[in-house]
């Protein structure tokens, strides 16, 4: 999959029709891949035509309404992962700024869809909105579409009455709802970190763990002990028993994710690690000492084997 920044102005497309879709595309849950999907079915259905996405980074609400801006299922680059394994052609990646703020739904189709795409469809959900202050929908997409020489396509949200989207999916995340999160998202929440050198308490103990820097961008569950998987990114996941939390054992501190590894997984430092949470074991708690936490971590890992 191609991946364009910046301006559209600079893209330099070659000039031939495309079929998109638009959107945030945070956590690319199940009712955005079937967004995706008949994207590619309309677009094959054409004569194969070239199916790009537009998406946005920042998240709006980090410009519009910083207050508001949630915590997100994956950054940009895990998003780019996730929309080329879906079949995607192209990436248009629209920087989510000041100028991009107050950029016209009308302005919008001119400029990204017409000129800069030649899109001959546009495929969307059917609570799509756009331009300044959200003002578009899908009406004033299919004329503006009537102007530009492309189709508009709505698509049904899925989940009827209760309809799929990130915003559902980061409220599972957040109440640790992590097999809702997994059905929704067609995978388990996963984030992803660099490994930074800890203070080796876990080693002592007889349990090395990676400390996982995550991005304060991205959704967590709440504190406690979890079967995961994780590994370097590129590699496999392997299963793994990680703790979210503030250590209380050790008097604490700021809220940290370290990562046991269930097998031995070479040197981590400085890569980044993939952290699938598959399912809450236990509230973190405070333990009389390192004997006494020892043979809980034990006990977590005999329990994590068994989940995974």
Do not use: K
């Not at 920042?58 to 780019?80: K, N, Q, S, W, Y």
């Not at 990436?91 to 001119?110: C, G, I, N």
Request: proline share 6%; aromatic share 4%.
């Amino acid at each position: 999959m191609r991946v364009l920044t910046g301006a559209p102005a600079g893209w330099n497309l070659q000039a031939h029709p495309r079929a998109v879709t638009i959107g945030v595309f945070d956590g690319l849950h199940q009712g955005h891949r079937h967004v995706i999907s008949l994207l590619r079915s309309r677009a094959a259905g054409l004569g194969g035509m070239e199916c790009a996405v537009v998406t946005f980074d920042p998240h709006p609400l980090t410009v519009v309404a910083p207050e508001h801006a949630p915590r997100l299922l994956t950054g940009i680059d895990h998003r780019l992962e996730l929309l080329s394994a879906a079949g995607l052609d192209l990436a248009a990646v629209l920087p989510f700024d000041e100028e991009m703020r107050h950029l016209t739904s009308a302005a919008f189709a001119a400029a990204v869809l017409r000129d800069a795409l030649q899109a001959r469809l546009v495929v969307v959900g059917e609570d799509f909105r756009f331009g300044h202050q959200r003002t578009g929908n899908v009406a004033s997409l299919a004329e503006l579409g009537d102007a530009h020489g492309f189709a508009a396509e709505v698509v049904p949200l899925v989940g009827g009455q209760a309809p799929l989207s990130s915003t559902r999916i980061r409220a599972m995340v957040a109440a640790a709802d992590l097999a809702g999160a997994a059905a929704a998202l067609g995978r388990p929440h996963e984030v992803r970190g660099t490994v930074v050198r800890g203070d080796g308490r876990g080693r002592s103990l007889g349990y090395p763990t990676a400390n996982v820097a995550v991005p304060a961008a991205l959704a967590l569950p709440p504190t406690g002990v979890y079967a995961v998987r994780a590994g370097p990114r590129g590699t496999a996941l392997r299963p793994a028993v990680a703790n979210l939390g503030t250590r209380p054992t050790f008097a604490g501190g700021e809220e940290a994710l370290e990562v046991h590894l269930l097998e031995p997984p070479g040197d981590l430092y400085g890569t980044t690690l993939r952290v699938a949470f598959v399912a809450r074991l236990r509230e973190e708690q405070r333990f009389a000492g390192p004997t006494e936490l020892a043979a809980q971590i034990a006990a977590d890992v005999a329990a994590a084997r068994a989940i995974l």
